[in-house]
C-alpha cells in the first residue's frame, strides 16, 4: 500500500477529504494528517508518504514552501494541491516546481479519485523505471569489473575507489552444478555463503555473465576467509553440505588488479579439466592445472584399447580388463583435446568392442545396449570417471554371458580364446598377456598338456573351419582364408594341402563328388 497525508487547515475539509473517496481501494493507506504548514513538513519527515494532499494556504508555511523545501529530503513525495479561485496564483506558481495535480475547493469526487490513480499511476512507473534504472546499473558495472577479470578493458580506465575494486590482493572464482542431478538450494548457495563470511559486500563480488557463476575476492583476509571455508567443508563433501552440489574451480591469487586476467584463466582451464575429476571430487585448484608440455597424448594413441579391451572379456581377465580402463584414463589425462572430441573416441571404442564380441559370439544374446543408448550414456556424463564405470559395469555383464568361468587349468580357458577367435591376427605374443602369462612359458605349457604348438592348434582350427566353409559353394578359395584368418590366399593354400593331402579346390570337388545327385 502507498502511504497518502492529508494536510488541510479547515477541519471539516480535513474530515471530508478521508472520507470522500476509498482510500484502499486506490492502493493507498492514510499515514496522518496535519492542520498547518510546520505540522505537515514534520509529518513529512517522519512518516515518509508517498503522497501528500496539501492545502496551497495554510498558517505557518505555505503549501508553496512545503514543495520547496520537501526538495532536500532523502526522498520523493507527490503532491495534489488544493485551491480555491483566489488562489489561482499560487497553483501556477506549483506548477512550475513540479506540481502536476491541482484541484479546486470544493472538491469533486471524480476529479480527486481520478487525480489520485493518476498519481499512483506515477509512483508505480517510477518505481519500476527506478528498478530498472538500478539493475542497469548493476549489470554495467558486472560488465566492468568481468571485463577486468577476463582482460578485455585495461583497469587505469575506471576510478578503481569508486568501483571498490582497491585491494592488496585478488582471487578469481567459479561455480556451477556438480552434475545434472544436483539442485543449487537456496539454502546452500555459495556466494550468499561467502557474502556471510565476509559480512559485506567490500571485499566480494559476485557477477553473473553469460549463465556463469563468477566472484571475485578481495583482500588477503577474504581469500584466508575462503580457504578456511574449504578446509572447513572440503573433506567429504557430506551430504548437504554448500559443496555437495557445486563444483567450484578457483584460480591463483594476484597482488594487482592488472593480474586478474591470469587467476581467471586459471579457473577457465579448470573448467575444461573438471572432466577429470575423481569420483566426489567438488573442487579444483590452479595446483591442479597440469603442465602445458605434459598434454601429448593424443587420439590416435587409443586405437589398440578395443582389441584390448575385448581380448581381456574374451580371456575372463577381470584383472587386466581393470587395469587397462585404469590405464586408459589415466592416459586421456594427459591429451589436450576438446571433451567433446574425447567422448566421441570412448563412443567409437566401445562401439569396436561391442561390434567384436557381438560378431565373434553372434549365436549369444550379448546384453549392450543398442548404439543410441551407447552414446547417450557417454556424453550425458560429466566426468570421466563416470564413463569408465559405464565400461566396467558393461563388460562385467558381458563377461557373466559369455560365460566359461575361468578353470584351473589355464589352457582351456585359451582353447577356448582360440576357438572363438581363430579368424583373427593370432599369435601366441599377443595372447599371452590376456592370460597373465609370457608367450614362452604359455607355449610351453601348450605343448605339454595339448601334444602340439600353439600354431598347429591353430591351423588346424583354420582348417577344420574351412572344410565346413568348403561344402558351402557359396563362398570363392579366397573368400574362405580371410574368414579363417589367413590374409594370403597362397599361404592358406599350403597350409590346407599340409593338413589335408589335397587343395581346396579338390576337397570341394570330392566332396561334390560323393554327395548323391
Known amino acids: 500500500m502507498l502511504k497518502v497525508l492529508i494536510a488541510d487547515d479547515e477541519e471539516v475539509v480535513l474530515k471530508g477529504l478521508k472520507h470522500i473517496i476509498d482510500w484502499e481501494a486506490l492502493g493507498f493507506t492514510i499515514c496522518g494528517e496535519a492542520e498547518n504548514g510546520n505540522d505537515t513538513l514534520q509529518k513529512m519527515k517522519l512518516l515518509k508518504p508517498d503522497l501528500v494532499l496539501l492545502d496551497i494556504r495554510m498558517p505557518h508555511l505555505t503549501g508553496l514552501e512545503i514543495i520547496e523545501m520537501s526538495k532536500s529530503f532523502s526522498y520523493h513525495s507527490e503532491f495534489i494541491i488544493l485551491s480555491g479561485y483566489s488562489d489561482f496564483s499560487y497553483a501556477q506558481a506549483a506548477v512550475k516546481l513540479g506540481v502536476n495535480n491541482y484541484l479546486l475547493k470544493p472538491v469533486d469526487e471524480d476529479e480527486l479519485k481520478k487525480a489520485v490513480i493518476d498519481v499512483r499511476h506515477s ?31 585495461e583497469a587505469f580506465s575506471y576510478d578503481l575507489n569508486d568501483l571498490n575494486l582497491l585491494s592488496d590482493q585478488y582471487m578469481v572464482l567459479t561455480y ?55 578446509k572447513h567443508y572440503q573433506s567429504g563433501p557430506e551430504k548437504g553440505s554448500p559443496l555437495d552440489s557445486i563444483f567450484l574451480a578457483y584460480g591463483r591469487p594476484v597482488d594487482y588488479i592488472a593480474e586478474l586476467k591470469v587467476s581467471y584463466t586459471d579457473v577457465c582451464r579448470l ?91 553372434y549365436t549369444m544374446s550379448i546384453p549392450f545396449p543398442d548404439n543410441a543408448g551407447i552414446i547417450e550414456a557417454i556424453t550425458t556424463k560429466n566426468y570421466l570417471f563416470e564413463i569408465i564405470q559405464f565400461f566396467s559395469e558393461q563388460f562385467e555383464l558381458c563377461t557373466q554371458t559369455i560365460g566359461h568361468p575361468k578353470s584351473e587349468d589355464i589352457i582351456e580357458d585359451v582353447i577356448y580364446y582360440i576357438n572363438h577367435n581363430f579368424s583373427e591376427n593370432l599369435k601366441l605374443e599377443s595372447i599371452a598377456p590376456l592370460f597373465g602369462y609370457n608367450s614362452s612359458y604359455l607355449g610351453k605349457v601348450f605343448s605339454q598338456k595339448t601334444g602340439e604348438n600353439f600354431n598347429s592348434y591353430l591351423d588346424r582350427i583354420r582348417i577344420d573351419q574351412a572344410k565346413k566353409f568348403l561344402i558351402d559353394d557359396e563362398l570363392k578359395v579366397y573368400e574362405i582364408a580371410e574368414r579363417i584368418g589367413y590374409k594370403n590366399p597362397d599361404y592358406f593354400h599350403k597350409k590346407f594341402k599340409k593338413y589335408t593331402n589335397t587343395t581346396p579346390a579338390e576337397f570341394r570337388k570330392n566332396i561334390k563328388q560323393q554327395i548323391p545327385t
Open 176 to 230: 556451477e552444478k556438480y552434475n545434472q542431478t544436483s539442485v543449487l538450494e537456496d539454502n546452500w548457495d555459495f556466494a550468499e555463503l561467502l557474502r556471510v563470511g565476509n559480512q559485506n559486500q567490500t571485499r566480494f563480488n559476485h557477477i553473473t555473465i553469460n549463465h556463469q557463476e563468477i566472484i571475485l575476492l578481495k583482500g588477503k583476509t577474504s581469500i584466508e576467509k575462503f580457504y578456511h571455508l574449504l
Open 271 to 361: 573448467l575444461h579439466r573438471r572432466f577429470f575429476c575423481h569420483e566426489n571430487q567438488h573442487v579444483l585448484s590452479y595446483i591442479n592445472l597440469p603442465d602445458q608440455n605434459m598434454l601429448t597424448a593424443k587420439l590416435e594413441d587409443f586405437d589398440e584399447y578395443p582389441s584390448i579391451l575385448s581380448g581381456y572379456i574374451q580371456s575372463h581377465n577381470r584383472s587386466m580388463l581393470a587395469e587397462t580402463l585404469c590405464k586408459l584414463e589415466h592416459s586421456l589425462f594427459f591429451c589436450n583435446t576438446d571433451i567433446s572430441h574425447i567422448k566421441r573416441a570412448l563412443i567409437d571404442i566401445f562401439l569396436q568392442v561391442k561390434q567384436k564380441i557381438s560378431h565373434i559370439y
Open 123 to 153: 509512483i508505480e512507473k517510477d518505481r519500476q523505471t527506478q528498478t530498472i534504472y538500478e539493475k542497469y546499473k548493476a549489470t554495467a558495472k558486472d560488465t566492468i569489473i568481468f571485463n577486468f577479470i577476463s582482460g578485455k578493458e
